[in-house]
């Protein structure tokens, strides 16, 4: 993904959404992103960071379900089928 790229997906967005990034995929978390990085790579090439704070509330806790699901880090949960309730005497 480049900067354009990141632009135009954040242009559908709400400009006073807060930003998180999701992290890990095997614990997934949310962080609160605190900085963007300008640098350049191993070859020399511009390339833009995307950084969690320093704060220790940065990061947020478990990521959301359904945003675990949209990212293929989990698979969608079914919650289990329930049993016929019993009646009174049956």
Do not use: K
């Amino acid at each position: 993904m480049t900067v354009g790229d990141l632009i135009t997906l954040l242009s559908a967005c709400d400009r006073d959404a807060p930003v998180r990034q999701a992290m890990n995929p095997f614990f997934p978390m949310a962080h609160r992103l605190a900085q963007v990085v300008p640098s350049v790579d191993e070859m020399g090439r511009p390339v833009v960071y995307l950084a969690e704070g320093r704060d220790e509330d940065s990061q947020l806790g478990y990521l959301p379900p359904e945003v675990a699901v949209v990212l293929a880090w989990q698979s969608p949960v079914q919650p289990p089928p329930r049993d016929p309730r019993r009646t009174v005497g049956g």
